[in-house]
Structure formats: C-alpha cells, structure tokens
C-alpha cells in the first residue's frame, strides 16, 4: 500500500565533499502508516541498474543527522515520520552517470504487534540530475 510512495521522483542527485564526487543520494519516505524510531528500521537495501548496492556504503540522513545502518539499531532518540522525506546516501567514488537510473529500494522494519518483520519494496527509473 504505501509502496508507491517511498521512492521519490526528487533529490536524486550525486553528493559530493569538496570538488570530489563522493556517492549519490535519493529521497526516501517510510512505508509505514506511522512514524518509527529508528532503531526500528532494520534495513535499507537499494540498487542501481541490477547491481545490489553493498550495505556498508549505505546511510540514512534526517534532519541534518547522518547514520550508517549499523548505528541505527541504536538510534533511539530519533523518529522518521509518517510522510517525512529522509536521504539515503550511497558511498561510491564518482557517484553515478547523470540520465536515467533503474532504482530498487526495499526497507525492512519492526514493528512490535506484528509477529514477523515487513519488508517493503519498490523500483522504478528515475532520471539523476547533471
């Protein structure tokens, strides 16, 4: 249900430090009806043209805060709501070609009432900014 709206059309963008490209980044929404703390997303998996992106290169940025999957777990002071865009940023030296991209993304959370973890995936191509 909420799958449709994860991938955003926006904000897909290589990122860079200085005058070196580091990575690229997309806009994410949560595919829950309602907010979690982040120590409950237990996943972010994302793929660019067919090629898995290795989760150690993944991290997830809200509200000016950064953190790699690993440090999510034990995020517990944060919150991503119901709706908010956050940044998933992908560590790779020279980001990606400007032009049109097959993005995947699928994110695995916890919820506590329900008695297996979701994963919820979409994909579509989005078009990386010049």
Sequence with gaps: MMDQHMLCDD???NVAEGSQVTGFALLARLPYYRGLGLSMVEDIAVSVDGQAVPRETVRLALRGRSWSL???E???DEKWNFGEKAQ???ARTGGLAAGPHRVDLAIRY???YLPFVPTTR???VITLAA
């Design 11 to 13: 904000g897909f963008q």
């Design 88 to 90: 998933v940023v992908v």
């Design 110 to 112: 916890r919820v506590s």
């Design 70 to 72: 690993d440090e999510l």
């Design 74 to 76: 034990s995020c517990f």
């Design 122 to 124: 979409t994909g579509r």
